[in-house]
């Protein structure tokens, strides 16, 4: 079934230059992007995307991250999208994430992990709509 969901590339990521690397391993998983865009997060847009673990201890540190440098923000396409770009992500924390996986290859440990993903249909609906109009989207 082909679904969109939401990817970031984070400014760890931007910063060591990985965002061909990443992108490549998203294209090579037969997830295509529909919508790319590189912006600087506010810390309010930071705080709004993430609003969701506003009650969680990280919450104010995640958000200082995500908001430090320029960030990749992609739609990507494709069979079973979600569950496709969970694994290629790897486990949060780097250390724990299987070779051949974005994490393993480009995170530094549990905070700067390189990437994000949608969880859900519905946590991808919210973020693709968070930053993305529907006519922005191409496939």
Same mark, same amino acid.
């Given at each position: 079934?082909?679904?969109?969901?939401?990817?970031?590339?984070?400014?760890?990521?931007?910063?060591?230059?990985?965002?061909?690397?990443?992108?490549?391993?998203?294209?090579?998983?037969?997830?295509?992007?529909?919508?790319?865009?590189?912006?600087? +997060?506010?810390?309010?847009?930071?705080?709004? +995307?993430?609003?969701?673990?506003?009650?969680?201890? %990280? +919450?104010?540190?995640?958000?200082? &991250?995500?908001?430090?440098?320029?960030?990749?923000?992609?739609?990507?396409?494709?069979?079973?999208?979600?569950?496709?770009?969970?694994?290629?992500?790897?486990?949060?924390?780097?250390?724990?994430?299987?070779?051949?996986?974005?994490?393993?290859?480009?995170?530094?440990?549990?905070? %700067?992990?390189?990437?994000?993903?949608?969880?859900?249909?519905?946590?991808?609906?919210?973020?693709?709509?968070? +930053? &993305?109009?529907?006519?922005?989207?191409?496939?």
């Amino acid at each position: 079934m082909s679904e969109r969901t939401l990817a970031i590339i984070k400014p760890d990521a931007v910063k060591k230059n990985a965002i061909g690397d990443i992108i490549a391993s998203y294209e090579k998983t037969g997830l295509k992007p529909v919508a790319i865009r590189m912006m600087q +997060f506010s810390k309010s847009t930071a705080e709004g +995307f993430y609003a969701v673990h506003k009650a969680r201890p %990280f +919450f104010d540190s995640l958000c200082t &991250f995500m908001s430090s440098g320029p960030v990749v923000v992609l739609v990507l396409q494709g069979d079973n999208a979600i569950k496709k770009n969970r694994e290629l992500m790897g486990a949060t924390d780097p250390a724990k994430a299987e070779p051949g996986t974005i994490r393993k290859a480009h995170g530094a440990n549990i905070e %700067f992990n390189a990437v994000h993903g949608s969880d859900s249909p519905e946590t991808a609906k919210f973020e693709i709509a968070y +930053f &993305f109009p529907e006519t922005d989207l191409v496939g």
